[in-house]
Every structure is written in structure tokens, then in C-alpha cells.
């Protein structure tokens, strides 16, 4: 099998699953109980808490554990929306977002009465800095834009677009980190809040942490006990939340090792991708190494992606949360491709763990492909 599909997950790190194991079955205590043997589920949880602030160069207090990403985003869009809007109720997205972020906006517009503007990006699907500086408001409590977009790989320049927000509105300015954790650095000091998720980076599927500054109230959507400072109600997941420390400190260390060596089979993939007929890429050249879309111009990415399916070469054709709808990417569609293109993309995601071997080989099986479907 090869496994081209690490934006949408990656496999436990053995040494997250050791960990993860030793905790399942030494302290099944809740966190929350208040004799020995449960503290010391608490004081890993706290400790795991502040290794990852300490990572980040962030304070304890501002490191939240939830479910990942998607819940991170959500927590802090409509919390920081139904905290604020007796300050007003116009807030910014970008029209690339995860549906974990255009979903919480969309609903906040439909359902709550707020107004919300979607940038637009770029051809390389960028936010750029002038379309923000003219969104903002003196009622704009909000700006939410992406760091690394999950489909395309192109980077926001999220120290740029903090300054226009900090510069002309009093609006908090959030990022959906998911793509860029341990993948690049992240200018955590701009930032007022961030989503992240531990199943990207080798951790455990339905683990992730919200990173907010102190000052912001949050209205908590999961009413419950005192768990998380009362913004997240129910018995903490603390064996994935204490390994989250682990596996962030693993993905770290070796960030740059990882990503030098993703980069040359991006490179070595986008050399082989740009000598076929029929494929255009559609990521631009500064995207993340860890991401690379194209087109295969003569077919559908349906089909595509079961004829590579069948040869177990596994891929996707957009973010895996939108797979089971038939429409094309919203994302490529901002960028100004066509629909008909935009039909026919394939995203590749790789991990430090696939070799150039990989590469070639899947050039083979996309050769392969195309030929024999032009014979058709
Ligand atoms: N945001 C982005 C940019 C993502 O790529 C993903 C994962 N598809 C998410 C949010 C959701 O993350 P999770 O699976 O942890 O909810």
C-alpha cells in the first residue's frame, strides 16, 4: 500500500502508543476525583498542559483540551461570538476554511443574526492583506483565517494579516493551526487564539487542544462540570489529552528533519507531475511541502481515485470531511479554477514516512492510469 493521505491522518507513533497503553491501564481514574490514585491523572493532564504551553511559548491557562480541531474551532468561533456580540456582530472567515470553521460561521449567520464576510484568496489562495484591511469594522468582533489550507497547502501570512487586524479593529484574531502544527513555525505571539489537533501529527484520533489568551471570554458550548475551566463540560479524555505532550514533543524535535525530507519528494513529485501531458498542479509553488494538488485534466477525480484505490495507492480529492458530497472544492473554485478542473483534483499529503520509492512508484500507476484510459 501507499499511504499519500496524511493530511487527513496519520498512524499512532509507537511511542504515543506505549504511553497511551500505560495510562489505559495504570490510571483509569477520572480526573476530576479527588483521592490519590485520581490525582495523579489530573497532575499527568496538568503536566501534559503545560509541556505543550511550554512548547508553544504560551502560558498554561491558555491551552484547552478538546476533541481536535473541529471542536477547537467551533469552542472558540461561537463562544467568542455569543461572549461579544453586545460589542457587535460582524465577523471575518476566508472563503478556504475547513468546514469546521465555514460551518460554525454559516451557522452563526442563519440561526444567531450575525454577518459574516468570506474572503476571498488568491490564485495561490492567499488572504490577501488589503481585502482585510477593508472587511473590518468598528462592529467586527471576529477575524478567523487559516494558517495552512488542507487542500492546496498554500501558507497565510498570519503575521501580516494580525497586524492589519490588531492595527485597525479591536476584533480577536483566531487561526485553524491544524496543517501547520509541528510542520512549520507558528507565530504563536500574533495570535489570539488557535485550533489544533493530535491525530495530524501522530497522536490519537479525537484529541486536540484550543489555544486562547486569557483575557478572552468564551460562552462554553458543552455545559457540564468545572472540567477546563467550565468551558468544556464532561469527563476529561485524560490519557489522550496527557499523551498529547508526547507526541508534540516527537513531532517537534523533528520538525525540521521531517520536513527537509517531505520536501524532497514534493520536489521529486512535482518534477515527475510537471513532465506529463494532461496534469496541471494546481498548489502553488510556496505551498507546504506536505501537501500538492493537481489535475489530471482528462478524467474525474472519481474515477481517479478508485482506479488508484484498486492498486491500494490511497489518496484524496479534497478535505476528507467533504468526501461523501459529489461537489467540486470550494477551495479551488476561489482560487479561480474552473469547475471542470477543479472536478478532476487529487491531493496528495505525505509524512516523513513515505519514501522516494513511493513517489516513483505512484508516477508509474498515474502513468498507468491515464494511458490506459485514454485506450478506453
Ligand atoms: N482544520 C483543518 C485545516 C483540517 O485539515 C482538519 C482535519 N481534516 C480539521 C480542521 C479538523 O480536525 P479534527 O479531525 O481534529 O477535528
Known sequence: MIFFDSASTTPLHPEVLKTYVYILENYFANSDALY??????????????????????????????????????????KGISFAYQHKGKHLITSAVEHSSVMGAFKQLEEYFGFEVTYLPVNSKGVVECEQLKKALRPDTILVSIMSVNNEVGSINDLKALSKIVKTYSHAFFHSDCTQSLAKMEIPMECLDAASFSAHKIYGCKGSGFLYKKVNIQLLPLINGGQQEEGLRGGTSNHPCNIVLAKTLRLAMEKMDEHRQKVAQLNDLLRRELNRMDDIIINSPEDATPYILNFSCTCMTSEIMLNALNERQIYVSAQSTCHSKTKSVSEVLLAMGIGQKRASQAIRISFSYLNTEEEVIEFIRNLKEILNEYRIK
Open 36 to 77: 490519590d490514585y485520581a490525582l495523579k491523572s489530573s497532575s499527568l493532564m496538568e503536566q501534559s498542559r503545560e509541556q505543550i504551553a511550554s512548547m508553544l511559548k504560551v502560558k498554561d491557562n491558555e491551552i484547552f483540551f478538546t476533541s481536535g480541531a473541529s471542536e477547537s474551532n467551533n469552542m472558540l468561533i
